[in-house]
Structure formats: structure tokens, C-alpha cells
């Protein structure tokens, strides 16, 4: 696809419709916009736009459609495979205006929202009203929950209480052609035709540009439990997870870290835990709800099977102080990989019980290949995110053997009944890998439904496929 | 569209896929695949044909989508929107042979399945290894599994336990030119690309004809309480309804059934109950969980509600006979009314705390109109069933006034912010009303999915638009 570049008389159309100061043309001004969380990858793009009002936001569509500028909106730029990278230049379409909740209803405990909200801020919104929207990705004091919507992310609670497209009523998008629709109502159930409400999340911003979100509510836990399981090894913690829901529990969380991770988070970022020699892996587990029996009673279900998998230690959290710092380790093992290391994050996801085989086979191919790597995740949805560490591994090999390492990872991934990504989405990153899993006919599909929403190609070109 | 149809040479290459005993000709055999359950509508295909694997289903929709030969997926024929009715005539494809429950798998809790096996066989076997599959429709002994995925349908316990959509992982899809796909993965997450599994769902045999069914399973709740709680009128039943939330519970059912109701399943179904006359309307409500003292902490603080809202008389049930007997009072009001009147079914759904007004709203219809109403249905989701019956209008009232009746109520139900079926599907006899909710922009991207998945327009034509 041969885009345009933007004129000066296209920069002045767009300028009239979001005023001077929402426009950002100097590359120093742009730098922030140029990234997002992912490895190390800069694209600027021509223009930064930052629109207010659906509005604005179809007025810019309709303009770069008709002049064949490429768009490529942006959230909060935590993204971990490069869904907001300007690859092809273009306008940047910056969503942080949009950062107005509009309604909380506690009346149908449903929520208004705009996409540029941060996530955190809107959880911490609703739980002053006694309500929960659970959706809580590790960078949940950062992100917008428009980038969640377009990802389809996820986050700890998952595993209890559903990913994002379990939350998203109904939303607000403009698309290519500037026209504006909602993609269903404001209800609980929808069967009155095709779902475009789940069809626009987890598309990364390929399809349109969400300008407001209806998300539904629920009533909020009183109360939980944290503890922290420690294993002889990765195998022994990923296949006692399957057997803490056959045992009749579904915790809040069911997080997995192997022993490196710890051991990383101790050297690079101030945690303090006293990491005993025969730990190799753990299970950071929540229960939550709203009666102690009942947590109690389940904690004591999930103990009975922790021991039968040869689980040596559990560590309750006696304050909300320790609670945090046990949610912190487990949360900045991501981000503190990125800041001390040259990385890949893969975002492998297979059916529960598969957990132990792709583990070892992970291990298996990095001993292979000659990188190191520290495996984490939401473990009770099966979704296991690998960081895999440059350390000793030359240039050379890094750029060129690790994509045959990671490649494996994936083949095997798929062959376990998993894909490429649970909640990270695929992005620029990943989108090599797409055809592990897919066939033509898949991408056939994927494609045409693109052309539907964006026929000339303008919005995030280069994204998925 | 002009289709084709049927010659003794496309007749004879269906007969050749499937054999003679699984293709039906003679009318009188066809007779059970004209109709649904929707009011007294009938369709005769040109043929019904009972393929049993996906390659057969393959073959069969290569060759009509060549000859353009209309083609009508059907599973039970439970449904209420007239989805499975072969209006175009051709090739009626009966899923009844796909009737296998491939596997149930207890480590990963998941469970592959066809789509013809009957949704309370496919719960029971899941319930034999102490899990749960929630989604259970009021005609779950019937209905088909594959129906249930079409519809997008929900039944009592989505107020707690969410409709199929959250427990379809996976689908396998035969396209109109033959391809067999996987929609997706495996997994409880998915963030690779268009969600295709999820537009499937609720897309009534419009995109491809699904052949396998992936689920997601639960932990099975151990012990529930059920109670019948009777109110002054419809508006206190439905306030209370979103109180029960506030009030930080959520009930494994809250069903709504007006007095109406109650009396129309007496009168006709044997139902033994004592009716007292100061009962206006009544709430379900089930309660379940693992735990006796947290399901009692639930009932009491439900209790305090019901008193508010000027509940009364409290029933418990305190036998399984008696839950039963509750039970079946509710299952069967929809076809109680079905087989003693005339009757139109219309499946509206609302934000949850507009329930009042939409019950109030369908009454002063009725009233202006002149036609009676039976209205009860999943109060804890908005969704309301109202079954309108014929009793004293004149045929031609009927035939012509009544539909600006509906108009009508489902310009309330939009006006709420509401849609035309939460769970039905819009299928042949809604369509003509989905303007009411929908734009043009709307219908025409719905169009061109379509036409993504079904070119030339053979699978189920008719329908949704």
C-alpha cells in the first residue's frame, strides 16, 4: 500500500480541527509517542493529534481516509507487541484527552468511560461506589483502559472473574469513513446480529477508533486471602494449578513465578524476600469474596492439594503491607526484565493442564539456543509470559538464531492447543509467527473483515497481519 | 437473490455425500423440519439432508454454494425467532447426527463437543465428573448445543455464571466454499487477531455451519437455595431486582414472573400452587455456591432487600421436589402460553435498573392495543420475555395493529437503551424491527460480513437482515 505523505495543507485541515496546541510536529516533542513498551522499537510518526471529541476524531478519519494517510491511534503506549508504533508513518492519533468517566450507574451497575482513562483510576472510581471491574493488567496504573479494549487484556483476576470481553457492553467508534456508531446496547445478553462489540476488541486498532466504553459492573469482595506457594520445581507449581480447580476452587488469582524471576526482582528492584534454597518455583494464589468461612474453608481445599504436588512452604500475607509487596514482586518482574536487560517478551497462552509441558519445552529450547529466561504469569488461565534475556548470547545470534528459539516456543505453543497471545495481542512483534497457527483462510477471513471497516488500509497498517 | 433449484443431478451428489437414509424428500417427512417454535410458521425445504462429519458438511456447501442452492442449518428447531426456517426452500441441514460429546477433558476443564448433542445431555455428563457447564436455556432438554452457539442464548444462571459467549473457547466452522477452519485456540484468553469465534456466536448460521464446540467448564457449586419471594406488583418485583446487587450479591438466578403468568401455568399446566390474591408478581431466586453459612449470610441480606421493596411472603424451597416444582413452574410459562393461545414471543432486553419502566411501558401498550401480555423472564439481566397474546383481538387487529404494538414496545426497549433479544436472535420474524435500534452504517457493515464469510449469499438467506 503507497500512502501519502502529510502536506502542509493536510497538517493545517488537521490543525483546525484540534487547535495548535494538539498538534506535535518537532521530533523532540514526539519522542514520547515514537514507542511503546516493546523491546526497544522507535517509529515516529509524521504528526502527533491529540482529538477530544468523536467528533474530531472523525473528522481527522475522514480526512487521512481521503488522502490516504495512515493512522495509527495510541493509548498509554504500554504495549507489549507494538500495536501503537507509527510504522508507516502518518498521523498518531493520541487518545489521553479522552479521559472523562462519564457515568457510573449504580443503579444497573454498569460504567461510561473514555478510552484514555487509566485503568487503575477507573477501578479505584468504581470501588469508592462498593463496585469491581476486575480487569487489572500488571500495568494497570498506567494503561488506558481503551489500549485493554483493544488488546483484549487481561491481568491476574482473569482466572475468577473473566477477561475484558466479559465487561465491554457496548462501545462508541468512528470509523474510517467518519461515521459514528455504537456496536451494540448497553445490556447484559445481545443477540440481535452480528457481535461487532467483540469483533472491535482484541483488533488493536485496525478496524476503528473507540471513542467511548460501556462496561458492566459488579459488586466488589470484602474480603481475601493471599498466599504464597513455593515448589521444588517449575513442573511441580504448574501442575498442582490444574488440580486447585478439579479440587472445586476458583481463586482470584493463580499467578506462576519461576525461581529466576524472585531471584530478579531481589537484584534489580529493592524486594525484599527471603528466598530459601529449595525454592524453585512459586504459586502467588488469592482467594477473595465475602465471607471468611468460605475463604477459609477454600484456602484449606487449595493447601490439601498444594502438598500432594510437593509444595514445601506457604506464605500467608498477614497485612495489606505484605499483600502488597508479594503483588509487586509478582508485578514488576515484567518491567524490571525491560530495564535491566536487552529482551523478547513472548505471551505464550495453552489449555491449563498443558502448563508443565510448555514450560520445560521453553527451557528446553533456551539451553538449546544459548538464552536464559524468566517465566511468569497468570497461570490459572494457562498464559505464561516468557522473557527471554540477551545475556551472554552474541549479537549475531540474538538477531538472528533467537527467531528460529522463539519460533519453536510458538510451534510448540500450538501444538499444546495454545496460541501466540493470551492478552498482549500481536501487534507488530509477532505478527511473523501468525502463519504457526493460522492458515490462509484464517488471514483471508481476517483481512476481508478489515477491508470492511477500513477499505483503503489507513488505520494501524502493519498490525497483525 | 435468485437461487437455484434442486435438480435430479445436485439430488443425486447430495445423496451420494451422505446416502439414501440420510436425505428426506417426501413432504410428510419434512414436516417436522418446517417449522420452529416460533408462532405457527412453516417453511418446507427442498430436502432435508443429515450429514455427520465436517468433511461431509464440506462437500455439501461446495456444492450449493456452486449451484447457488439456498442452505438452512438447523439443530433442534427449539428456537423462537424462526432462525432455522428454510424460507428460500433448497437444502435444509439437519445437525441432529453430530450428536457426540468427543471429550471432557478434567484436567484443563474443558470439554469438545458436537454441535447436535442436546444441551441437558452434554450438562449432565459434565455434572458426572463434578463440573459445571452453566448455560442452560429454558428448553435445555431439547435444544441443541450447536443452536445455543448460534444464538448466543443465555437461560437462568447468566446473571452469575455469564452467557455461552464466556464458555465457548473455540468452534470449528465449515465455510460456504468448503474450507474446514478453527476459529481459534484452545484457551481461556486470546488476543491473536479478529475474534472469529466470538462473531460466530449469535451469527444464526449466517457466516458457516459449526461442527465442533470447544467449552469452557466450572467447578460445579455444591448446594443452592432457592426461594420464591412475592410482591404488591411488576414495578416492586423489578425494583428490587437491581437492589439485590447493590446489596453486594449476586444470585445464581433471579427470575421475574408476573401473576399472569402464574395463573396462565395453573390453569394449563398442572401446576399446584398456592396463589394468594394480594401476590402481584413474583421473583426466583436461587443462591449457590460451596459453602452453607456464606450461601445464608447471601439469603439474609437478599431478605433485607425483598422487605424494602414490600415483598410479602418469602417460599423456600425445602425439598428438591419443591425446587423442582419452582423450577417448572418458570420453565414452562413460554410454552404453556405457546400451546394454548395464539401468541407472539418478543425477547427485549434492558439495562437492568430500566426493568420497571419496560414492564410498565409493555402494559400501557397492551392497554392501548388491546392485547394481553404474559411477562417474566431473567430479571437479574434486564431480559424480559412478553408473550403477547391473541385472546379477544380480532383476526385483522392481529394481522395489521399489532405489529405497530411491537413497534412500539421495542422503541421503549431502544429508548432504555436496550436491544431487540437478549437471547433469541433476531433470526426471520425480528428483522423487520431492527431498524428501530440500528443504522444503516450498522446494516451495511453486518452486509458486508456476511458477504466476507457467504459471497454469494447461500447460508441461511433470509435472516437477521
Redesign the interface.
Known sequence: MDYNRITPEILFEITAVVGNENVLTQRSEMENYSHDETEDLHFYPEVVVKPATPEQVSVLLKLCNQHLIPVTPRGAGTGLSGGALPVKGGVLLAMERFNRIIEI??????ATVEPGVITEVFMNAVAQK?LLYPVDPASKGSCFIGGNVS????GPR??KY??I??YILNLQVV?TNG?I?WT?????????????T??M???EGT?GVVTKIVTKL???P?QDVLMLASFPDNNAACAAV?AI??????PSALEFMERRGVEWVIAHDGIVFDLKDDAGAFLLIEVD???Q??IF??CEKINVVLEEFGCKDVLFADSSAQKEELWRMRRVMGISVKSNSVYKEE?T??????LPRLIKGIKETGARYGFESVCYG?AG???LHVNIIKGGMSDEDWNTKLKDGIREIFELT?SL??????????GLV?KEF?PI???E??FS??R???A??DPKGILNPGK??
Not at 151 to 154: F, N, P, Q, T
Not at 187 to 195: D, E, M, Q, V
Not at 245 to 250: K, L, S
Open positions: 450507574d449504580e443503579q444497573s451497575l454498569q462498593g488488546h483484549g487484556s487481561g482473569v482466572v473473566g477477561t470481553r466479559e470509523l461515521d456508531i451494540g446496547a448497553n445490556t447484559l445478553k445481545y443477540a440481535s446480529g452480528y457481535n461487532l467483540q469483533l476488541i482484541g483488533s478496524l459488579i459488586p466488589a470484602t490444574s480447580f478439579r479440587a472445586g476452587v476458583v469474596g465475602t465471607n468461612e468460605q474453608a477454600e505471551d497462552v495453552v489449555p491449563r493442564a498443558e497468570h488461565d494457562g498464559n500450538v492447543g495454545g496460541t501466540l497471545s493470551g492478552e498482549h495481542g500481536i509477532q501468525m497457527k493460522y492458515s483462510t484464517h477471513l481476517m476481508s473483515i478489515k470492511v471497516f497483525i497481519f
